[in-house]
């Protein structure tokens, strides 16, 4: 478990001064995959690099586990951050070693003995499915394969708290699913309280349970994904809709934009609504889906004589939201050029 | 002058290998000694300096450039005049002011100096995720100068030491020229202040083999430590025999 308390860092003095991180409070619990993200520059590799204290916080505290890591010394650091597995962006292996040797970095440091460290190697590459891979170099790696070796070496201590900077950044979208379903399982196998620091919302979609957005060192919002899907206000949730483009309503109706925001929304929706209404209802777009076992979706209509008071009030007995199309298109491209 | 006086009593061919094989042995010899001392030196003195410079494990800015500075004076000194100029030094450390043992301490000094700046460059080029990756992985500062910069460096390090060599050779025929011996004394003496031509001669094609044969050494120790370069190599040939 890993948490936050009013964590600030500043980097430079006088004029240069810049707040990077300013009073950070958050939590992740054991078992949880939290994600992080925010534009460039943001301060994400900041709070990772916090999180493990490679970086100083200037103020604030991080604790793992309830032991409080910005009071260790750099010697206790050493023995706390066994603790921490760290997945790097750019996948960091060693060139000159196999994905073997990479792997047992952690192990050699520790002075573990070298059959132990054979075996524990052995056993974490096959855990990644990289078993028939240990004596291949990083080059002759594929990126994914690569960053599965990353997050092998990560595991080679037993952490409890897995730290990930854009660990699926510049992989293809096979390679991402097969990250995140690897991060999924070892949670549930080990009970990790993981850190996911990504710009990619689909991955979020994908991966997390929660999420926050880091704008300028602040938390602008967070929350548990399903929450935030199903919340029409919320910035992250219209964000972590992926906008596919959709049918054009005909030229006498309205177009509507329409999102689940209960858990029990009929399946016949659009029947009910058009019923309850009396007029001719088109569906445009869909997308519905569940999240971590709970419905949630959005849907473009397009709807012919209603009245706007009206329509509202039935879709919300429906558990829906409804809104003009516009309105919606607007927000949505704001929130979009925030977040990414 | 008295090079004048002297007649060219040219060497005949079949003693020339009598003269100038002993004479590769001492130069052999003279930069196999001030290497290994280069080495033993300059390696933690180049990993000291790139740690002690901003963002290294123990940074610290005037010690950096106290270090620095004595370096590059090192450095700048044209090798002729860093010989003579320590000659009380090289007296008092071997008792002598010419011979092998004379020649390999300004030898070793300006070889230190030349060795550590290139070690500190070498470990410049490592990428600085992997000593944070290091950290990570709870590496003390010696495992992380150890696994995640030289060794890291170490094909870069090897190209240096091969350039090194091949630069001590060069200082080892300067130091030639005032009694350490070794194949520049012999050039010196017999091909330039006895004008024999034979013997010039075959002093450049021995020290021509010799830097040929140390720079064939490094580049193949280079490739041996480089695992891209291993691998790419046999491969690319294959495609070039596929497309004959
Ligand atoms: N060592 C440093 N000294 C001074 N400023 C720094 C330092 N490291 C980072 N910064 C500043 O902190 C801010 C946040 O950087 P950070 O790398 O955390 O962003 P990020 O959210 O990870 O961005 P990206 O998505 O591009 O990786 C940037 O404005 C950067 O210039
Ligand atoms: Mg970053």
Known sequence: ?340 | MSILTIPSKNVPIDQIPALVFPALLDTLLMVGIVMVIVVLVGIPLGALVHNLAPGGLFENPALHSTISWIVSIGRSLPFLILMASIVPFTRFITGTNIGIAAAVVPMSIAGIAFFTRIVENSLRGVPPTLVRVAKASGASPLQIIRTAQLSEALPSIIGGLTINTIAMIEYSAIAGTIGAGGIGYVAVTYGYQRFDNTVMLATIVILVATVASVQLLGDRLVRLTTPHAQTRAPRASRREASLV
């Open chain 1, 1 to 340: 478990m890993i948490s936050l308390e009013q964590l600030t860092k500043v980097y430079g003095h006088g004029e240069q001064r810049t707040v990077v991180l300013d009073r950070l409070d958050f939590s992740v619990d054991a078992g949880e995959i939290f994600a992080v993200v925010g534009p460039s520059g943001a301060g994400k590799s900041t709070l990772a690099q916090c999180v493990n204290l490679l970086e100083r916080p200037t103020s604030g505290s991080v604790l793992v586990n309830g032991e409080n890591l910005s009071r260790l010394t750099e010697k206790q650091l050493r023995v706390a951050r066994r603790r921490i597995g760290t997945i790097f962006q750019s996948d960091g292996l060693y060139s000159r070693r196999t994905a073997a040797q990479n792997v047992a970095l952690p192990l050699e440091y520790l002075g573990v003995t070298a059959a132990e460290t054979r075996a524990r190697t052995a056993e974490l590459l096959d855990r990644v499915g990289l078993a028939t891979k240990a004596g291949h170099y990083p080059h002759q790696l594929s990126g994914g394969q690569r960053q599965r070796v990353g997050i092998a070496r990560a595991l080679a201590l037993r952490p409890s708290v897995l730290l990930s900077d854009e660990a699926t950044s510049g992989l293809d979208p096979d390679s991402t699913r097969s990250i995140v379903a690897l991060l999924k399982e070892l949670r549930d196998d080990l009970g990790l309280s993981i850190l996911f620091i990504t710009h990619e919302m689909d991955t979020v979609l994908q991966v997390a349970d929660s999420v926050a957005r880091l704008d300028h060192g602040r938390i602008v919002e967070s929350g548990r994904i399903v929450e935030l899907l199903r919340d029409p206000a919320s910035g992250l949730g219209r964000a972590l809709r992926p906008a596919r483009s959709h049918e054009r309503a005909a030229a006498d109706a309205t177009e509507w934009f329409v999102s689940y925001t209960s858990a029990t929304v009929p399946a016949d929706w659009l029947t009910r609504l058009a019923d309850r209404l009396g007029v001719t209802v088109s569906l445009l777009g869909a997308s519905i889906e569940t999240v971590d076992g709970a419905t949630v979706g959005h849907a473009s209509i397009g709807v012919v004589g209603a009245d706007h008071e009206h329509l509202i009030a039935a879709a919300r007995s429906l558990g829906l939201d409804a809104r003009p199309a516009q309105a919606e298109q607007a927000a949505q491209a704001e929130i979009l050029e925030r977040v990414a």
